[in-house]
């Protein structure tokens, strides 16, 4: 059975920093591409970030995170991690991690989702 579990969220001003991990059981981070969501009060999931399975060249992000935000993975604890920085209180969510088998990122191509961990930016 798959598992992701995300950690790492909290209360952080505006212009910190947090780092999320997702730990995986019952797949190998390695093997998926994972991504990252997140869900503000009263909006739609949104695409943050994701690093693609194997080499599979260079971590995809979102405009609105680009330069702030960086995906990656350590193959040998089967964990994603999305670091956060010179956060914005507009980056206000639940931040899921998601995997897929698929080579597509939308969400509904997603095969695997976490509960979420909830991000909160105070200005």
């Known amino acids: 059975q798959v598992q992701l579990v995300e950690s790492g969220g909290g209360l952080v001003q505006a212009g910190g920093s947090l780092r999320l991990s997702c730990a995986a059981s019952?797949?190998?981070?390695?093997?998926?591409?994972m991504a990252w969501f997140r869900q503000a009060p009263g909006k739609e999931r949104e695409f943050v970030a994701a690093?693609?399975?194997?080499?599979?060249?260079?971590?995809y992000y979102a405009d609105s995170v680009k330069g702030r935000f960086t995906v990656s993975r350590d193959n040998a604890k089967n964990t994603g991690y999305l670091q956060m920085d010179s956060l914005k209180p507009e980056d206000t969510a639940v931040y899921y991690c998601?995997?897929?088998?698929?080579?597509?990122?939308?969400?509904?191509?997603?095969?695997?989702w976490g509960k979420g961990t909830l991000v909160t930016v105070s200005s």
């Open positions: 690093i693609r399975r194997w080499n599979g060249g260079n971590p």
């Open positions: 019952g797949l190998t981070v390695r093997d998926v591409a």
């Open positions: 998601a995997a897929t088998w698929r080579s597509t990122l939308n969400p509904t191509d997603m095969n695997y």
